[in-house]
Every structure is written in structure tokens, then in C-alpha cells.
């Protein structure tokens, strides 16, 4: 039964709540990218509702993620109405850093218990080149917020890119050890169309990164998982975990136990694949009846497949952004 597929596959549910964001990433420098009319993101109270649903079907963990969700007018109100729920055990937060000084007491008010902040590199010159002007001072000092707001961990994300941020990665991580938060390294997906680099020439492994982390530290494997594909990696004597998401090089479908929510309401059964389901249709035409949501989120399952198939020297076949996706 299709239920029975539901509740073994999915445990994690990521919801995208805009895609507006006041800093570019490596996953959206195209010139071109378009944003969203305001009319077609999912409402705040229909973005409670389709989280509602999947915590009533067996889902335990949702992260919020954008663009930059913070931006989000009265985003806070999801977390809250998020945060009440009795079966959900954990609600993180992806960001960008720049709003936390504003916002993080509120969000661990909220009931937010992890929180994972986007940090690509520690030189401010370098930083203003890969955020359009950015300001590297603004996203430490939301790490600062968020350390004093007390959530139960940290974790910093880094995507590397070769002759960008490669030469980065041991200062990266000493400085997660000197703040005493996790970091994840990623590799780039080819997610929509790029103008700044070429996606196989920038293309870095983890394995070459674990290569270069291994002259500074030493790295041992643990069985750590928060969940989600990240294989982490402890550094004897101290508490910061180190994990590697490798689409490419190490490809995790087959424990893959999530989904996402774009922020028009559209549900994707996979990050490399366009199988999806418009849950916004289904909420507008059945409002309030939580009954036809689940339905249509448990037969979603008959068009999930069952892995993607990145190719990084290919076009990409997906042409949405991460900032449509959901980081």
C-alpha cells in the first residue's frame, strides 16, 4: 500500500518558504534567474496545513528553508504553529546568516532545535565577490545570535568549488572546532543554469577534500546521522562533526527519506528528478479538508522515483534553482 511506502520512505520533509534571499550562492548566479509572483507561494497558514498533514502521516522532522526564509513576512508564525506540533521531534532552520541577529532568540522560542547556516568562505573580499557585495562580518555576527540562542547544534554549510573556495577547507573547518559547531562540505548539484563558471571544470569531490583535510586533522567515520545524507566524520578531542553530501562522488538515493515543498506548493519526490505533485492546486480547491492533502501526498508515492542521475560535464535536465527548490 502506498501508506506503507510513505511512512518507511519519508521522515523528513523540507519546505521551502520563498525564493527571495540578499545574498547570492554558487547554486543561483545566474543573471537571468526569475523570481515568483507573490500570488503563487503558498500562503503562511497553507504552508502550516501541508506541515500538519505529513507530521499526521509519520513525518518527524521539517526544515524551512528559502531563498533566504527569513525574508518571509511573519515567518515566525510558522515556526510557532510548527513548533506545537506534538509528534514532530526536530524543526530546523537553513539561512544564510544575515537575519539571525533579528531573529534567533524568537526562532529557539519557537520551538527550533537545529539550525544550519551557509558559509562559503572566511575571506570578506572573496565573500563580496560570491554574494554580490555581501557582508562576511553580518553573517558572523548571526552565528554569534544563534550560539547565544541556544539550539541543540550548529552546523555550518559550505559549497566548494575548485579555484573558488577549495583552498578554504581546513580554515573552514578550524574555524567550526573554534566555535564548537558541525560542518558539512557539499558538492555543487547542477540545478538550473549557471553563467559565472563551468560546472565540471569547478567541480570538486569530497574525497578531495577529505584528501586535503587529511594533512591538518584526523578524520574518523561515525555512524552520526541527523537524517539527512550527510556521512559524518569526528575529530578526536573535540566536539565538531564533520560531514561530506556527495551527490556525485558518493551518491546517497538509496537511503534517501525526504521530500520537498517549493514555496508555490509544489511537492518534489526527488532533488534530480521532476516528478512532483502540485499541493497548492489540491489545498485551493479542498480548503480546510486535511483529509484530501494526505491523500494526495500518500499517492505521491506511486511517482517517486528512484534516484536521480546527476551528470556534472551535462547540461543540466533540471532547470530550477535552488532558490525554488529549497536548499
Known sequence: MLIDRFQRQVTYLRISVTDRCDLRCVYCM????????????????????????????????????????????????????????E????????????????FAADLRSAGVTRINISLDTL?????????????????????????????????????????????EVAALVAHAIERGVDISFIEEMPLGHVGEHDRAECYYSSDEIRAD????????????????????FRIPGVD???????????????????????????????????HSVDLRRVVRANPGDDAALKQAIVDSMAIKPQGHDFDITAQPVIFRHMNHTGG
Open 30 to 85: 545566474s543573471e537571468n534567474m526569475k523570481f515568483l509572483p507573490r500570488a503563487s507561494l503558498l500562503s503562511l497558514e497553507e504552508i502550516i496545513q501541508v506541515g500538519r498533514c505529513f507530521v499526521d502521516l509519520g513525518v518527524t522532522k521539517i526544515r524551512i528553508t528559502g531563498g533566504e526564509p527569513l525574508h518571509r513576512r511573519d515567518i515566525l508564525k510558522v515556526f510557532r504553529e510548527l513548533g506545537e506540533l
Open 87 to 102: 509528534d514532530l521531534r526536530d524543526l530546523t532552520l537553513t539561512t544564510n546568516g544575515t537575519q539571525l541577529t533579528r
Open 123 to 167: 575571506r570578506p573580499e572573496r565573500f563580496r565577490a560570491l554574494t554580490r557585495n555581501g557582508r562576511l562580518e553580518q553573517v558572523l555576527a548571526g552565528i554569534d545570535a544563534a550560539q547565544r540562542a541556544g539550539f541543540d547544534r550548529i552546523k555550518l554549510n559550505a559549497v566548494v568549488l575548485k579555484n573558488r573556495n577549495h583552498d
Open 213 to 232: 583535510l587529511a594533512e591538518h586533522f584526523e578524520l574518523l567515520p561515525t555512524a552520526e546521522s541527523t537524517g539527512g545524507p550527510s556521512r559524518y
Open 240 to 274: 565538531t562533526r564533520v560531514g561530506f553530501i556527495s551527490p556525485h562522488s558518493h551518491n546517497f538515493c538509496d537511503t534517501c527519506n525526504r521530500v520537498r515543498l517549493t514555496s508555490e506548493g509544489r511537492l518534489l519526490l526527488c532533488l534530480g528528478q521532476e
